[in-house]
């Protein structure tokens, strides 16, 4: 089983409406410049806790929190993520699964309660943000999309709005992904500690950052902002 991950051991962000713990566990197969866990991404963290201490905490917390969430990183890069899956679920816990999307073939399998895909901008952009060439990545990411929304889960599709990497017309072509989701969410690209140091520290102004919000009501998504005035 995986050995080690990030633990926050109550929070009420991670997993909405519920009181959860959430586990943030190394590696990921993208490589986007504005990702806030580079040393989760690049497997360099060194101050991760030992995967029997976090089951020992979960197993006493039943009764208390009310799931867990399972991020990254990308946490189905773990071959063996069923295994831990398994384990929380088996203690009682709803699971949230977060997830880039591009291993569409192990989503479901968790079984999971919720799931949130991050869609980075529109699936054709996708080989810049990756460190191998993939040609189908585009339609993994366009087979994660119809997956979670056909599978009757919970779910939310959130995008960082980070320049260089999506635009207003790219929220358009991804709101045309997303007819019949539950819920998009927006976030306002952070500037500060990321992947590439020299990843741009401009953002987009609230104007900008409205006109986008406005792109999804008019496309009839269930919106949510977050980072955004």
Same mark, same amino acid.
């Given at each position: ?34 990702? +806030? ?40 890069? +773990? ?113 500060? +500690? ?15 950052? +409205? ?19």
């Amino acid at each position: 089983m995986i050995k080690s991950a990030g633990f926050i051991k109550t929070t009420l962000i991670n997993y909405p409406g519920k009181v959860a713990a959430a586990l943030f566990l190394p590696g990921c197969d993208l490589r986007c410049p504005y990702c +806030h866990n580079p040393e989760l991404v690049l497997n360099t963290a060194d101050d991760l806790v030992d995967m029997d201490e976090i089951l020992a905490y979960l197993k006493k917390r039943r009764g208390l929190l009310q799931g867990v969430c399972i991020s990254g990183g990308e946490p189905l890069v +773990h071959d063996d993520l069923g295994e831990l899956a398994k384990a929380i679920k088996g203690m009682g816990y709803l699971l949230k699964i977060d997830t880039n999307g591009t291993f569409p073939d192990r989503i479901l399998s968790l079984e999971p309660d919720f799931i949130a895909m991050d869609i980075k901008t529109v699936p054709e952009k996708y080989p810049m943000l990756s460190p191998v060439k993939d040609p189908l990545l585009p339609d993994k990411i366009r087979t994660s999309i119809e997956i979670i929304k056909k599978s009757g889960i919970e779910h939310e599709f959130r995008t960082t709005v980070a320049p260089g990497i999506v635009d207003r017309k790219d929220i358009q072509n991804i709101c045309q992904l997303l007819s019949g989701a539950q819920c998009y969410v927006l976030a306002g690209y952070v500037p500060g +500690h990321t992947l590439d140091p020299n990843f741009t520290q401009e953002t987009y102004t609230d104007q900008e950052l +409205h006109q986008m919000a406005d792109i999804v009501k008019e496309a009839g998504i269930p919106l949510k902002l977050r980072n955004m005035d």
